[in-house]
């Protein structure tokens, strides 16, 4: 029984989205999916961007720095994934199983078991509570994520695991940093704040599934067999047939040519041993 949180970049860092910076000296109250997906991008694109500056740069570029109170995620879905597309943050979006949510938990928590973050949006954050276990041991709603909402408001926040025992996942939630981070939250408050949005993000290394695969039957990423080093196998090889003259002048025998070349023939096999 354990908690189960993706691998994260050894720099990677919390965003707190009220937290102040050179580049946003007041800013706004409704940076969560600026602040999440900045998060997610150190995950995609270690070292690429400063993450406080890219939060601000994003909030910026779709909302124009202005805070609409219509709208307290302050970017929109579509403008993000366009962004991803345009910069090279390869995703998966899962908006075609919001209407099956037990399809959808199990889907996310094997992406998690892969490395793989999600973008999770919900209707209403007054549904969030830090998930903790109660005196009989039953998990339950401990404190309150955001105390000042009651409801409504929707945020935007990164799934980063889940517990293989208790119905919570793990995650980094930039409108509570009073909260150790990532924090757990019950799956039946996710449910109960209005799913709108889960989208899964490749953390660097990984390659993108093929195109309709299987995520509930799959498996991925799949083993992948390293590249055997052709460069290596054929420089081995150029040696093996530049050496015989070399070889004849200096070596006593026939026979102890073989040995060299044998050698050399073993060192192949090594490295495609290795490789294959």
């Not at 939250?185 to 299987?214: C, K, Q």
Request: aromatic residues 10%; charged residues 20%.
């Amino acid at each position: 029984m354990a908690d189960h949180i993706i691998p994260l970049p050894s720099h990677f860092r919390y965003l707190n989205q009220f937290l102040s910076s050179k580049w946003a000296p007041d800013p706004s109250k409704y940076r969560c999916v600026s602040a999440s997906a900045a998060m997610l991008a150190e995950i995609a694109a270690p070292g690429r961007w400063i993450p406080e500056e890219l939060e601000h740069d994003l909030y910026v570029q779709f909302t124009g720095g202005l805070d609409n109170p219509a709208n307290t995620q302050g970017i929109d879905k579509a403008p993000l994934l366009s962004w991803w597309s345009r910069v090279g943050i390869a995703f998966v979006d899962l908006a075609h199983l919001l209407s099956d949510m037990t399809t959808l938990k199990h889907i996310i928590q094997k992406m998690n078991n892969a490395g793989m973050p999600q973008l999770i949006t919900v209707a209403d954050e007054s549904q969030l509570y830090k998930a903790v276990l109660g005196p009989d041991g039953q998990e339950e709603r401990g404190a309150k994520l955001h105390n000042w909402a009651d409801s409504g408001m929707g945020h935007v926040f990164v799934r980063v695991g889940y517990s293989d025992s208790n119905s919570y996942g793990l995650y980094f939630e930039p409108a509570a940093p009073g909260f150790t981070q990532p924090v757990p939250i019950l799956w039946s408050d996710i449910e109960r704040g209005g799913l709108v949005t889960v989208v899964a993000v490749y953390p660097h290394g990984m390659a993108a599934a093929p195109e309709n695969f299987d995520w509930v039957n799959g498996i991925w990423p799949e083993p992948a067999k390293p590249a055997v080093n052709i460069e290596t196998i054929t420089q081995i090889i150029s040696q093996v047939q530049s050496a015989d003259a070399e070889m004849l002048a200096r070596l006593e025998d026939e026979q102890s040519l073989l040995k060299a070349k044998n050698a050399l023939f073993m060192s192949i096999m090594a490295e495609l041993g290795a490789k294959v």
